[in-house]
C-alpha cells in the first residue's frame, strides 16, 4: 500500500484538462491493475504452498515449467484462477470508479486536508527510500523474478562440469563392494504417491492387490516400510535430496567447485560432501541405468545424464503427458538383459502426478461414481464432489501404478544368474492431498499429505533380517542414499550406517517439516 499510495492520491489532486483527466484514469488503472494482481498472485502461493514467489522452491518450480505445462496448472486449478481474476476485476472497478471522479476544479485545501495528504503519503516516501520495499513494487520484483527464473534454467543446461565433478569426488570416496559376484539392482522412484491411498498401507479401497499379494508371496524378504516420509513437496528438490544424501544444494554447488578448481580440493573435500549415490555407484563398478516416464529438464541435468545410459521415454512435457508407466516395462526387461556384471537400473515413473486421470489406461477407472466407504466419508468430511472426483481418479491411478511396480519387482526376481544378487527398492519422491486435511487436490506443502510416502525394499539376499520393529521404524527420504547405498553393498570411508533405515544401528532423527507433523509413526 506505502508503494501504491503515489499515484493513488493523484486523485485527490485536481485536474482542469479533460485529457489530462482521462489519462490520469489510465494511469491510475493500469498502476492499481499491476498491483492487485501481484497481491492475488502473492496470496495464492502463500495459500497453496506457504511460500513467497522468489522462494527457491517457487523459482525453481517456474525455471522448470513450459508455457504449455503453466497453462495446463492453470486449467486443473481454474477456481482458484476464477476467484483471483474477480478480485482483480473487483478492484479495477472500484479504482476505474475513483478515477472517473478524481478532483478536477481547483478547491482550496483545508490546513488539515494538506497535513493529513503528507501524513500518509509519508510511508510511501520511507518505502521509495528503502532499497528492500522498492524491490517489492511489481513492476521491478516481477522483472528481476523473470531474470531469476532464466538464470536457473540456463544453469541447469550447463551442468556438464558439475556432473565430471561428481563423478571425481565419488572415485575420491573410494567406494568398496561388499559382494563380489554379479548384482543387479533395481530402483524404482515414482512420483506423487501417498501411501494413505495404497491398500497395502491399509487403505480401504483395494488400489494394491498386486503388491499385496507380493507381500504375502515374499514375506520378510519384501520390507514394507509403514512410516516412510519425504521431506520436500515438490519433485526437484526431493530428488537432489534422495540422490544427494540429504546434502544441501549450496553444499552440492561449493563441492563442485572445489573439486572442479583442482584435485587436490577434491580430497580436501570431506568423504560424505557432495556425494551423488548414481555417481557413487558408477564409481564402486556399476552401469547405471535410467529410464523415464518424465520429460524434465531439470532432472534430466541433474540427475540422468550422470548415467550410462539414459532413456526417456516421455517427450510430451507437462501435466498433460499422457504417456503410461507401463512403456518402461520393456526398457527395464532389456537392461535386465544386458550382460553387464554389475547393473543399477533407475526407473523414474509420472505415478500418479496430476493430471490424475492420465495416468490410468482410459476407460479404467472402477471407482468412478461408486458409493463405498470412501467416498461415504469424503462426503461426510464435507469435501465437494469435485474433490471427490479428483479422489476416485487418483485412486484409479494407484490401481494402475501398482500394476506397473509389481511388474518391475517380479521382472527383477526372475532370471537371475547363479550367485547373482538382486534387489529392488521402491519410494515416492512426495506425497498428494486429495481431500485428506483441506478442500484440495493437488502437491501440498501445507499438509502432512504432501509428505507421505511409500517405501518398499526386496532383496534375494539380505545381508541382515529386518525385524517387524525396524519395518515400523520411520523413513525419510533425505536419507534414501544411505539405504540405496546399502542395498548396492556399497562402502566407503565416513558412511553413516545410523542413517540406514535397514541397519540395526539406525538412529532417527525427525525432521523439521512445514505442516508442524507431532508424530511420524502414525
Partial sequence: MALALPVLAWLAWPVNSPAVHRLRAVVVCVWALLFAADAVVRAYLLDAYRAAPDSTVVLAAAANTTAREAGEYLSMHWRALAVGAGLVAAALWLVARSAKRGAR???????????????????????????????LHPVAFWAQWNESVHALRQGWRDQAAQRDAALERARAAAPVLRHTGPSTVVLVVTDSINRDNMGLYGYARDTTPRLQSMHGLLGDDMV??????????????????????????????????????????????????????????????????????????AIEQEHARLADVVDMVNRTPGRAGASLDGELLDCLQEALDDPAERKL???????????????????????????DAVDAQLAGQGRPAWVRRFRHEYDAALLYHDFVVS?????????????????????????????????????????????????????????????????QAPFRTDWAGWTLADVLRIDWPGAQPERNVLHPGYRWQPPVLPPGVVSFTD
Fill in 345 to 371: 537400473i533407475v526407473l523414474h515413473l509420472m505415478g500418479a502426478h496430476p493430471h490424475y486421470r492420465l495416468r490410468f489406461p482410459r476407460g479404467e477407472n472402477p471407482f468412478d461414481d461408486n458409493a
Fill in 105 to 135: 476544479a481547483a478547491v482550496p485545501w483545508p490546513r488539515w486536508g494538506v497535513a493529513l495528504v503528507c501524513v500518509l503519503l509519508l510511508p510511501s516516501v520511507l518505502g521509495y527510500a528503502s532499497k528492500p520495499w522498492r524491490r
Fill in 224 to 297: 514394507v516400510l509403514r512410516n516412510a516420509w519425504s521431506v520436500d513437496a515438490n519433485t526437484v528438490e526431493s530428488l537432489r535430496n534422495i540422490f544427494g544424501f540429504g546434502q544441501h544444494a549450496a553444499d552440492m554447488s561449493f563441492a563442485a567447485a572445489s573439486t572442479a578448481a583442482s584435485p587436490a580440493a577434491a580430497g580436501a573435500v570431506s568423504a560424505t560432501d557432495g556425494l551423488h549415490a548414481i555417481a557413487l555407484a558408477r564409481a564402486a563398478g556399476y552401469k547405471v541405468w535410467w529410464m523415464s516416464n518424465h520429460d524434465d529438464l
Fill in 407 to 471: 511388474e518391475t519387482l517380479q521382472l527383477t526376481r526372475q532370471g537371475a544368474r547363479p550367485g547373482e544378487y538382486r534387489a529392488w527398492m521402491y519410494l515416492s519422491d512426495h506425497g498428494q492431498e486429495v481431500g485428506h486435511g483441506s478442500d484440495r487436490a493437488g502437491h501440498s506443502p501445507s499438509t502432512a499429505s504432501g509428505y507421505r510416502i511409500p517405501a518398499i525394499v526386496w532383496r534375494n539376499h539380505a545381508a541382515q533380517p529386518v525385524s517387524a520393529a525396524m519395518a
